[in-house]
């Protein structure tokens, strides 16, 4: 059972960063299809950023510059560095898995695409 815990949220002013880790339960986070979502409240969640086991990383076009995923495998945690931030970047972040590519080759993948998703940990930006 893949199990994904996030963590590094918080509070932070506007023009700052933050980042964000996600543990990835598995034997090697690297054969997976990995994302991060966000989700505002009384919006629908939004795609972030995948990357997939060949380390290719896409973003959603409204962030890139800004957020950067990364992967330590050694580790098994996946990383998401945010910059710039503003309030409406404040949302509830959640990373997601997938054991096979299927969610990294779509441009856009919705959180269902993937079988494992995290509870998710808050950024709040004031």
């Known amino acids: 059972h893949v199990q994904l815990v996030e963590s590094g949220g918080g509070s932070v002013q506007a023009g700052g960063s933050l980042r964000l880790s996600c543990a990835v339960s598995?034997?090697?986070?690297?054969?997976?299809?990995l994302g991060w979502f966000r989700q505002a409240s009384g919006k629908e969640r939004e795609w972030v950023g995948s990357?997939?086991?060949?380390?290719?990383?896409n973003y959603a076009d409204s962030l890139k510059g800004r957020y950067t995923v990364s992967l330590d495998n050694a580790k098994k945690t996946l990383y998401l560095q945010m910059n710039s931030l503003t309030a409406d970047d404040t949302a509830m972040y959640y990373c997601a898995a997938h054991q096979s590519p299927g969610p990294c080759l779509v441009p856009t993948p919705r959180p269902e695409l993937f079988t494992y998703r995290g509870q998710g940990t808050q950024v709040t930006v004031s």
């Open positions: 990357l997939d086991s060949d380390g290719r990383i």
């Open positions: 598995v034997s090697s986070a690297n054969d997976y299809c």
